[in-house]
């Protein structure tokens, strides 16, 4: 074991901004953090969740960090034309990973939320957080997460009240914006809600300009008992971009939580997200949909463990690959011995529009308890010949036809967005990417 | 003289020293090195090549890791403390009558309905008299021969046929494959060889129950049929009785090639001893099983039913290499008492419109562990690829566990991909069901779980499918309260 950091990762490792020593704990979680990253090493395709993921561009690209004193002047013209119409939300920007007051408008605050940026938090009441950071994710954290708990820049601090309610939703904008040399963004969130509190958040990535940088987030998700959660997350990274994210989610009894994934940008872009009942009765439904094009690569790891009984999870991803896309689906649901009277449904579907696509996939169900109801299933497909018959013989070309069919396959996930604003700018660009797409 | 020489030598004369003065004890003492993968050769009488062949499997897997992939728990295996070589066991160390064998394994053959006399032979006890099966294997090793099937110990098979050997052994699973394969590939006592020329169609189902000399084949068997074009063979393997066996390690090796419209179907009952009911000193069962498709249109078949061995290890593949070849994989695994089962299959899908099937039924009682691992590979070339994939786990009890792991890699569009997979229990409505209609409990969790299985155990020769139906009953005996 050597002190260096894996070659590759050093910059990353450097927090920004908060001198060492401001929070004694918060140090401390970071040292921790940093050793685990030396510990772990640079993982290669003989780690089993990085079985069909190549860290080679990334390693070979080499980022530093973002100079944060800069990022509020780096987007004169504002962000109009990046909001969804008609979305009427807390707004929160981050500009490389840094928050910029400027471009966000919170707006008012109904009694028992607070939302504000991590590094104000840090400063202003540091005791909320102290308690809260890092509590979902645990100490043993994976690679990537463990060199954003080191080296985290800012991020979104929500704390919700007992029984506090949040009509408007909450919209966390990441902007990536002059990155002139490969920089890497490290946002670190936390949204906790306490028993019976409900609020709905929006999550978007979008990049400005066709760049080259990448994006390493973490989100902590903590849900009191009774509380709800709808959570849209919407990728749009630059076609040359990196983006990492790792969500952490931990739900008490009773709880909910609505979770809508979807991936269209990015080179190669990979999530984690590791789900956990800490409580009965709770329900947790993950949703997503992949657009993997180009030399695109699409990578989710989803881990639901059922460590108590009678919670219901549902997983239900969507892909749809051409050119020379790929995916990789790697689920798991773990049902520990006492968990009875779980019932967990896992189902992955891919269509692949072209021959050198690429589909790994490898749902895996891990049993320890008798009475409970438990399934999975895996389609890799293409456009049904019969289908596609039919609406020709209705008078429509190859490509519309087929364009409306992947948009049929798509629109189940599209549907459960929670805002129809958000779905509807979802639809619009999944439309104009199958329209660009080499279909035929 | 080189010093490599000089050891050869030295090693080459040693054995043959003990070859004449050793003739009454025919064990190796135990241990692994060089010099005893040569003893062993040397002891067959083994043809230079094999002798190298042997040991450049043996230099391989000395570099080899000990996998620890799979999900079975075991202490690490002492390859040192093992005999390699042991011939026949002479008649006066068996037991003697059915009085020195455990009465509970008695009562599992009765149960079974197995006849006395070959209850003696399973139990290891000398038997003196020719017994029905004998005779019985002298008659089909005739008609055999008139059809041209060779159908022999992969021993005599080196000697008599070494050219199929040379060209055959290993091209599907090479000593380089995996840690038990390699150390099988040095190590190997011997197995079963099968040839069928070009369009001939097997006139009877091969079991190795039927070929005289396959008693104590020893814990490294090694298993080889060729089907050549167009012709049709339909192997057996094992037996529902439990048999005795002092070995604890077993590491086969089972490789079959289809050429053009050939079909190869192999059934495994395996019920090997699964150790007491703390899990002490039940067989380790890890086998490397695969078929390779090489002809267009050729057919490879696995059905296998898993009761026995404490902890098992292996997935029967299917390499579709030829065009519009066909890979199944049938497959009843039960984990009860303290077993431990990782099992599934792996279809790579090499040639276009190749197809493949899956279904995998586990049943796993007490404290009982199962996996199903399994991979579908559709390769670029594989054009017009299909699978069907079908896993479903029963669950017997609150302590057993039972773990999907299906790897699924398809690079090509015009492959067609299912796979499904439930976990359930048996539920209250089935079995009151069965219960108000005056079956016992015990009886209507059989009912329910042979019907569970029942896809598969269609796929298995007629009289093995009865009993295999039989055996599932008595596996699960107790497993229900």
Redesign the interface.
């Known amino acids: 074991m050597s002190d260096q950091a894996p070659t590759g990762f050093e910059t990353w490792l450097v927090a920004a901004g908060s001198a060492a020593g401001e929070h004694e704990w918060l140090d401390r979680q970071r040292r921790h953090a940093a050793e685990q990253v030396r510990e772990l090493g640079v993982p290669n395709t003989k780690h089993?969740s990085w079985r069909?993921t190549s860290l080679k561009r990334l390693l070979e690209t080499g980022f530093s960090r973002v100079d944060e004193t800069r990022v509020d002047d780096l987007v004169p013209a504002g962000i109009d034309a990046y909001l969804v119409p008609g979305l009427d939300s807390h707004r929160i920007v981050m500009v490389n990973g840094h928050y910029s007051p400027r471009l966000s408008a919170l707006g008012e605050l109904p009694p028992g939320v607070r939302i504000g940026a991590l590094r104000e938090f840090l400063t202003s009441d540091p005791d909320a957080l102290r308690e809260r950071l890092n509590a979902v994710i645990g100490p043993q954290q994976p690679l990537f997460s463990a060199l954003n708990t080191a080296g985290s820049d800012d991020g979104l601090v929500v704390l919700l009240e007992r029984g506090a309610i949040l009509e408007r939703p909450i919209e966390l904008i990441h902007l990536a914006v002059g990155m002139e040399v490969p920089r890497v963004a490290q946002p670190r969130h936390l949204i906790a809600l306490a028993e019976g509190a409900q609020a709905a958040l929006i999550e978007r990535y979008i990049s400005l300009n066709p760049e080259l940088y990448c994006t390493n987030s973490v989100l902590e998700l903590a849900l009191g008992r009774d509380a709800t959660l709808y959570h849209d997350r919407i990728q749009m990274e630059s076609p040359q971009a990196f983006h990492i994210t790792g969500l952490y989610l931990d739900q008490a009894a009773n709880s909910h939580y609505q979770g809508v994934n979807i991936g269209l940008g990015g080179a190669w872009a990979r999530t984690d997200i590791i789900a956990r009942f800490s409580g009965e009765h709770a329900q947790c439904r993950l949703q997503g949909l992949y657009l993997a094009g180009d030399q695109q690569l699409m990578d989710y790891h989803l881990d639901v463990e059922h460590a108590v009984p009678n919670c219901t999870s549902q997983e239900n991803f969507k892909g749809i690959l051409y050119g020379k896309g790929r995916a990789v689906f790697d689920g798991r649901v773990l049902v520990a011995?006492?968990a009875?009277r779980t019932d967990a449904a896992m189902s992955n579907k891919?269509l692949?529009?072209?021959?050198?696509?690429?589909?790994?996939?490898?749902?895996?169900?891990?049993?320890?308890?008798?009475?409970?109801?438990?399934?999975?299933?895996?389609?890799?497909?293409?456009i049904d010949a019969e289908m596609l018959f039919y609406l020709r013989s209705r008078g429509l070309s190859a490509s519309l036809a087929r364009r409306m069919l992947c948009l049929g396959f798509a629109g189940e996930i599209i549907e459960s967005i929670h805002h129809e604003a958000v779905r509807e700018v979802v639809a619009e660009q999944v439309g104009a990417r199958l329209e660009s797409a080499p279909l035929d | 003289m080189t010093s490599t020489q000089a050891v050869d030598e030295i090693v080459r004369s040693e054995y043959e020293h003990g070859f004449v003065t050793e003739i009454e004890s025919d064990t190796l003492p135990p241990g692994l090195d060089e010099g005893v993968v040569r003893a062993i050769s040397a002891r067959k009488g083994e043809p230079e090549f094999m002798t190298e062949w042997r040991l450049k499997a043996y230099r391989h897997w000395l570099t080899m890791p000990t996998p620890h992939w799979a999900a079975v728990h075991y202490p690490p295996i002492d390859y040192q403390a093992i005999s390699y070589f042991s011939a026949p066991k002479r008649p006066e160390d068996a037991p003697k009558s059915l009085d020195e064998i455990d009465p509970a394994l008695l009562e599992t053959y009765e149960k079974l309905g197995i006849p006395i006399e070959e209850q003696k032979a399973l139990a290891g006890i000398a038997v003196d008299a020719v017994f029905d099966s004998v005779s019985v294997a002298t008659t089909f090793r005739e008609s055999l021969a008139e059809a041209g099937v060779i159908f022999c110990a992969i021993s005599e098979a080196v000697h008599d046929h070494p050219e199929l050997i040379q060209k055959y052994l290993g091209s599907v699973v090479p000593h380089t494959d995996n840690y038990y394969a390699g150390l099988n590939a040095a190590v190997f006592s011997d197995g079963t060889f099968v040839y069928v020329p070009e369009g001939v169609r097997c006139p009877m189902e091969l079991s190795t129950y039927f070929r005289i000399n396959a008693r104590n084949t020893g814990q490294f068997e090694r298993t080889l049929i060729i089907a050549e074009r167009g012709s049709y063979v339909s192997y057996l393997e094992g037996c529902t009785a439990p048999q005795r066996d002092e070995n604890q390690l077993h590491a086969a090796v089972v490789e079959l090639i289809a050429m053009d419209d050939a079909e190869i179907k192999y059934s495994t009952v395996q019920n090997w001893y699964p150790g007491d009911e703390r899990g002490r000193g039940g067989i380790y069962n890890f086998v490397t099983k695969r078929g390779d498709c090489r002809g267009a249109r050729s057919k490879i078949s696995w059905t296998q039913v898993e009761t026995g061995s404490a902890i098992t290890w292996k997935y029967p593949s299917c390499i579709l290499r030829g065009d519009d070849s066909v890979g199944e994989f049938y497959s009843v695994a039960v984990t009860k008492g303290r077993q431990q089962a990782d099992t599934g299959t792996k279809m790579i899908h090499l040639g276009r419109n190749t197809r493949s099937t899956i279904v995998s039924k586990g049943i796993s009682a007490g404290e009982g562990q199962q996996t199903y691992r399994g991979l579908v590979r559709i390769s670029q070339r594989a054009a017009g690829a299909r699978n069907h994939t079908q896993c479903d786990s029963l669950l017997i009890g609150d302590r057993c566990s039972a773990n999907t792991i299906p790897y699924i890699e398809v690079k090509h569009p015009s492959a067609n991909l299912e796979h499904e997979a439930t976990t359930s229990k048996i539920s209250e409505d089935q079995l009151f069901y069965c219960r108000s209609r005056g079956l016992t409990a015990e009886d209507a969790v059989s009912m329910i779980v042979n019907g569970f299985c029942k896809e598969v155990f269609n796929e298995l020769p007629m009289e093995f499918a009865v009993e295999a139906q039989k055996l599932l009953s008595i596996s699960l005996e107790g497993a229900v309260g």
């Not at chain 1, 790994?360 to 895996?378: F, M, N, R, Y």
């Open positions: 089993e069909y011995r006492n009875q891919n692949m529009l072209s021959e050198h696509a690429e589909v790994d996939t490898k749902p895996q169900l891990e049993i320890h308890a008798d009475d409970v109801k438990c399934s999975h299933g895996t389609t890799v497909g293409q």
